[in-house]
């Protein structure tokens, strides 16, 4: 008999996600802006105590992350039985995704919101519904309008990415009250330590409002984790019983456990970081605006750099790449015309800003 076992044809839906390169073929020197990684890395405490860790690494960890869900829930005001960890937020993301949706389900996005949820979402046999936007901000009433009754889950990126566009908090509020109760609105808030509006809310109001939200956390950005994988959910109990039965029993390893206690621990680490980011954001987008390039606003530590034309942005990244600096291109976002550019140290933010001045004068 011949053949060979096949996958689901779901499994063939979507193309293999594809991160941000880390390396240049050539070139010694990179500056990697493609990843939204934080600009100052890994806080050192983390790396001690990832280090120190490593000494029990024979040593399942607790499976539970109580000590972990503990030191969120002191850190942001939270009940840590209503948090639980995973192997980055792209790992609760998928769970919800499997336990909530499946084929004959419908989810709702944004046009250009985070590009897990659609191929989680295809993966789970689901249809993906896209809503647009309004000057690359989720809209609202167009999500609402998407809503059918074979809805399960409506995901918003808060702020999003790769836009940095940020919804108010009352219109989030607006969006779950229009939603039926029985779809589950999950709130991706990965970017809301950078977020510095007064009225900004990541999602913890809404998760205390109801039994119907879930807010996802991660560390891999201002907590300099994402080697690590660690991300966290704060979600009403019968979410979390559901997240529970789903995850795998040790999703989150000892050494990034104790990363991650770490981490949060710092004093000063997240202030430090977002007062940077802002006057950092603040400056490139200035400058690469004097350059004549279109930057759209963001809360988040990224820009969206706008070229006009699929072709002037591949050139663009072509452009930068021969001198040693990657950024994300982002057409599979359905924004060919654009390149995304991480908020780096002031250094490299100036290294991006001379090369991007230099390529948009090439023609005068």
């Excluded at 456990?257 to 970081?273: D, K």
Aim: proline share 5%.
């Amino acid at each position: 008999m011949s053949g060979q076992p096949r996958a689901r044809d779901a499994v063939f839906s979507v193309p293999p996600y594809v991160g941000g390169d880390s390396n240049l073929t050539g070139i010694n020197r990179v500056i990697k802006l493609s990843s939204n990684e934080g600009a100052f890395g890994t806080p050192p405490e983390a790396v001690a105590a990832m280090r120190a860790a490593a000494d029990l690494a024979f040593r399942y960890p607790d499976g539970g992350s109580s000590a972990l869900r503990r030191a969120i829930g002191a850190t942001f005001d939270l009940d840590s039985t209503k948090i639980v960890c995973g192997n980055g937020s792209d790992d609760l993301i998928g769970l919800l995704i499997q336990s909530y949706g499946g084929p004959g389900t419908e989810l709702v996005m944004s046009a250009h919101g985070f590009l897990i949820y659609e191929i989680a979402a295809k993966l789970a046999g689901m249809v993906v519904r896209k809503a647009a936007e309004i000057n690359l901000t989720a809209d609202v009433d167009a999500m609402l309008a998407q809503v059918t009754p074979a809805t399960r889950l409506v995901f918003l990126a808060n702020p999003n990415n790769p836009t940095g566009s940020l919804v108010p908090t009352a219109e989030v509020f607006r969006l779950r009250a229009g939603l039926p109760q029985d779809v589950l609105l999950v709130l991706d808030a990965a970017y809301a330590e950078y977020v510095e509006r007064s009225d900004y809310d990541p999602g913890m109001a809404l998760v205390d409002a109801g039994d119907n939200t879930v807010m996802t956390r991660t560390f891999s950005k201002i907590f300099g984790l994402g080697g690590a994988r660690l991300g966290w959910a704060y979600a009403p109990e019968s979410v979390i019983d559901v997240l529970n039965r789903t995850r795998m029993p040790f999703n989150v390893s000892g050494p990034t456990a104790a990363a991650g206690i770490a981490a949060l621990a710092v004093p000063g680490w997240v202030e430090r970081c977002r007062i940077h980011n802002s006057r950092a954001r603040a400056t490139l987008t200035a400058r690469l605006q004097d350059a004549g390039l279109i930057v759209h606003p963001s809360e988040t530590n990224f820009v969206l750099v706008d070229f006009g034309a699929a072709a002037r942005a591949v050139a663009a990244d072509e452009y930068l790449r021969a001198r040693g600096i990657i950024v994300r291109n982002v057409a599979a976002y359905g924004l060919p015309h654009c390149l995304r550019v991480t908020i780096g140290t002031d250094d490299e933010c100036g290294t991006v800003v001379e090369a991007l001045t230099e390529f948009a004068h090439i023609d005068d």
